[in-house]
C-alpha cells in the first residue's frame, strides 16, 4: 500500500506540467537476458522547483534483468515496481539502472533529475537527445516560443517529434501575443506574433512581399504564424539587414508557424524567396540640446547611408511632451504625453543632409530613444541622446 501510494502521488504532482514521451524501442538482456522488455511510454513531469520526474513503462514477462540508460547521471529516489506495485530489487551506477524484472508482466521506474530542465526568467527549457521518435503534451498554460525541428504530428497541442536532438523553449506566463490585421488584395488577414520581447513597428510592404517589425529584447526567440495569403514558404528572416537563422516548425493548409532566434535588437523582417535582396541603409547620427522647456533635436544623415529618412520617433519615459515640430514639410501629428512622431512624403533627408525637429517639454533629465524611417515606415536605425543643457 505504501508503493501504491508513492506511485498515486507521483501522478498526482505530474498536473503542474505534464511532457510525455512515447518510446518505440526494445530493451535487450545481457548476457543472462533470456527474452527482450519492450519500452511501452516514458513520462517526464518537469515540477515548478526545476527538478524533473521520469516515469518510464516496460512491457514483458520473461526472466530477465532491465538495463535502462537514465537522462542524467544525477538521479535521485529512484523506485521501480512491478504491475501490482511491489518494489523491485536494483542497482544504480551513475545513469545506468539496472532492475531485476523477476518475470513481471509490467516494469515501471521512477526517478528525478535536477539538470533537464532550465530556466531563465520566465524563459523555460527542456533539452535532451532521444533515439526514438517522442510524443510531447505540453499543458494550455505553456506557450511554445521555440522549437528544435517540426513535427511528425500535431494535435491539440500534442507533438510528435522525431528521434535525435529534441529542444523546446516555453513559458507559463508574461508571453506578449501581438495580432496584427493586414490588408491584402482586399482581404483582412490576421499575422498574430508572439515573444517574452517587446515588439514595435510592424508594417507589412506587399509589394516587396515583407514583414518587418522592431524587437527590443535580445536573445530571446520570436514566432511568428504567418498566413499563407499574405506570405508563402520559403522565407528569408533578416535582422537589422543581415541574414539570421529561422525554423518553420508548424504548417497547415492556411498558415505557416516560423520561430527565429534574435541575437540583438533592432528591425527584423521576413521575406518570401530564397534571395536576400540588398537593402538601403541609414547612418544616422543624433544630437539634442535643451534650452529651458525646448528640446533642439538635429538629425544627421550621413554621407555613407544609401537611404532617405522619411520618418522620426522619439520616446521619453515618464515625460510630458507638450509639443513636437518637424521641418516645414514634415506632419506635426503623433503627440502624446511621453511620444512624439514626424513624417513626411516629399521632403526626406537625404544622405549628407540634416534637419532640426522642435520639441517643448516637461523634462526630468531623461534619455530621449529615437528611430528614423524609410518611407514604407520600417526602421532604419535608433538610438538613445540625452540632451545638453544651455541656460539663456
Same mark, same amino acid.
Do not use: C
Given at each position: 500500500?505504501?508503493?501504491?501510494?508513492?506511485?498515486?502521488?507521483?501522478?498526482?504532482?505530474? &498536473?503542474?506540467?505534464?511532457?510525455?514521451?512515447?518510446?518505440?524501442?526494445?530493451?535487450?538482456?545481457? *548476457?543472462?537476458?533470456?527474452?527482450?522488455?519492450?519500452?511501452?511510454?516514458?513520462?517526464?513531469? %518537469?515540477?515548478?522547483?526545476?527538478?524533473?520526474?521520469?516515469?518510464?513503462?516496460?512491457?514483458?514477462?520473461?526472466? %530477465?534483468?532491465?538495463?535502462?540508460?537514465?537522462?542524467?547521471?544525477?538521479?535521485?529516489?529512484?523506485?521501480?515496481? @512491478?504491475?501490482?506495485? #511491489?518494489?523491485?530489487? /536494483?542497482?544504480?551506477?551513475?545513469?545506468?539502472?539496472?532492475?531485476?524484472?523477476? $518475470? %513481471?508482466?509490467?516494469?515501471?521506474?521512477?526517478?528525478?533529475?535536477?539538470?533537464?530542465?532550465?530556466?531563465? $526568467?520566465?524563459?523555460? *527549457?527542456?533539452?535532451?537527445?532521444?533515439?526514438?521518435? #517522442?510524443?510531447?503534451?505540453?499543458?494550455?498554460?505553456?506557450?511554445?516560443?521555440?522549437?528544435?525541428?517540426?513535427?511528425?504530428?500535431?494535435?491539440?497541442?500534442?507533438? &510528435? /517529434?522525431?528521434?535525435?536532438?529534441?529542444?523546446?523553449?516555453? =513559458?507559463?506566463?508574461?508571453?506578449?501575443?501581438? @495580432?496584427?490585421v493586414v490588408s491584402s488584395d482586399g482581404n483582412d488577414h490576421v499575422m498574430q506574433v508572439s515573444s517574452a520581447a517587446e515588439i514595435e513597428d510592424f508594417r507589412f510592404v506587399n509589394k516587396d512581399q515583407m514583414v518587418s517589425f522592431t524587437v527590443t529584447d535580445a536573445n530571446v526567440p520570436v514566432t511568428i504564424i504567418m498566413p499563407?495569403?499574405?506570405?508563402?514558404?520559403?522565407?528569408?528572416? &533578416?535582422?537589422?539587414?543581415?541574414?539570421?537563422?529561422?525554423?518553420?516548425?508548424?504548417?497547415?493548409?492556411?498558415?505557416?508557424?516560423?520561430?527565429? +532566434?534574435?541575437?540583438?535588437?533592432?528591425? &527584423? *523582417?521576413?521575406?518570401?524567396?530564397?534571395?536576400?535582396?540588398? !537593402? +538601403?541603409?541609414?547612418?544616422?547620427?543624433?544630437?539634442?540640446?535643451?534650452?529651458?522647456?525646448?528640446?533642439?533635436?538635429?538629425?544627421?544623415?550621413?554621407?555613407?547611408?544609401?537611404?532617405?529618412?522619411? $520618418?522620426?520617433?522619439?520616446?521619453?519615459? $515618464?515625460?510630458?511632451?507638450?509639443?513636437?515640430?518637424?521641418?516645414? +514639410?514634415?506632419?506635426?501629428?503623433?503627440? *502624446?504625453?511621453?511620444? %512624439?512622431?514626424?513624417?513626411?512624403?516629399?521632403?526626406?533627408?537625404?544622405?549628407?543632409?540634416?534637419? =532640426?525637429?522642435?520639441?517643448?517639454? =516637461?523634462?526630468?533629465?531623461?534619455?530621449?530613444?529615437?528611430?528614423?524611417?524609410?518611407?514604407?515606415?520600417?526602421?532604419?536605425?535608433?538610438?538613445?541622446?540625452?540632451?545638453?543643457? !544651455?541656460?539663456?
Amino acid at each position: 500500500m505504501r508503493t501504491q501510494q508513492s506511485v498515486k502521488n507521483i501522478q498526482i504532482a505530474s &498536473l503542474s506540467l505534464l511532457v510525455t514521451l512515447l518510446f518505440t524501442a526494445f530493451v535487450y538482456a545481457g *548476457s543472462n537476458f533470456t527474452a527482450a522488455y519492450s519500452v511501452s511510454n516514458v513520462t517526464i513531469t %518537469a515540477n515548478l522547483d526545476g527538478s524533473v520526474n521520469v516515469l518510464q513503462s516496460f512491457n514483458g514477462g520473461a526472466t %530477465a534483468d532491465i538495463s535502462v540508460q537514465a537522462l542524467s547521471d544525477n538521479t535521485y529516489n529512484v523506485i521501480a515496481t @512491478d504491475e501490482s506495485g #511491489a518494489v523491485l530489487f /536494483m542497482t544504480v551506477e551513475g545513469s545506468n539502472i539496472v532492475i531485476d524484472a523477476l $518475470g %513481471a508482466e509490467k516494469v515501471n521506474l521512477s526517478y528525478f533529475v535536477d539538470d533537464l530542465l532550465t530556466s531563465n $526568467g520566465d524563459l523555460w *527549457s527542456i533539452s535532451f537527445t532521444s533515439d526514438y521518435d #517522442a510524443q510531447i503534451i505540453l499543458p494550455p498554460s505553456a506557450e511554445i516560443i521555440y522549437i528544435s525541428d517540426i513535427p511528425l504530428y500535431e494535435n491539440n497541442g500534442m507533438l &510528435l /517529434m522525431q528521434a535525435g536532438l529534441i529542444e523546446i523553449d516555453y =513559458v507559463l506566463k508574461n508571453v506578449r501575443v501581438y @495580432d496584427f490585421v493586414v490588408s491584402s488584395d482586399g482581404n483582412d488577414h490576421v499575422m498574430q506574433v508572439s515573444s517574452a520581447a517587446e515588439i514595435e513597428d510592424f508594417r507589412f510592404v506587399n509589394k516587396d512581399q515583407m514583414v518587418s517589425f522592431t524587437v527590443t529584447d535580445a536573445n530571446v526567440p520570436v514566432t511568428i504564424i504567418m498566413p499563407k495569403a499574405l506570405l508563402e514558404a520559403p522565407f528569408v528572416a &533578416l535582422l537589422n539587414g543581415n541574414s539570421i537563422t529561422h525554423s518553420k516548425y508548424l504548417e497547415n493548409s492556411t498558415h505557416t508557424w516560423i520561430t527565429i +532566434e534574435s541575437n540583438d535588437v533592432g528591425t &527584423l *523582417s521576413l521575406l518570401s524567396g530564397t534571395i536576400i535582396p540588398e !537593402f +538601403e541603409t541609414a547612418d544616422v547620427r543624433v544630437i539634442a540640446k535643451m534650452v529651458s522647456d525646448l528640446v533642439l533635436i538635429r538629425v544627421t544623415n550621413d554621407n555613407d547611408s544609401t537611404a532617405s529618412i522619411y $520618418g522620426l520617433t522619439v520616446r521619453i519615459q $515618464g515625460a510630458d511632451i507638450q509639443a513636437f515640430k518637424g521641418p516645414r +514639410e514634415w506632419s506635426r501629428s503623433g503627440a *502624446s504625453s511621453s511620444l %512624439a512622431e514626424s513624417s513626411t512624403a516629399d521632403d526626406p533627408i537625404i544622405p549628407s543632409k540634416k534637419a =532640426v525637429f522642435k520639441m517643448k517639454i =516637461v523634462y526630468d533629465d531623461q534619455l530621449i530613444k529615437w528611430k528614423v524611417h524609410d518611407l514604407n515606415g520600417i526602421v532604419l536605425d535608433q538610438g538613445e541622446v540625452k540632451p545638453l543643457s !544651455f541656460k539663456r
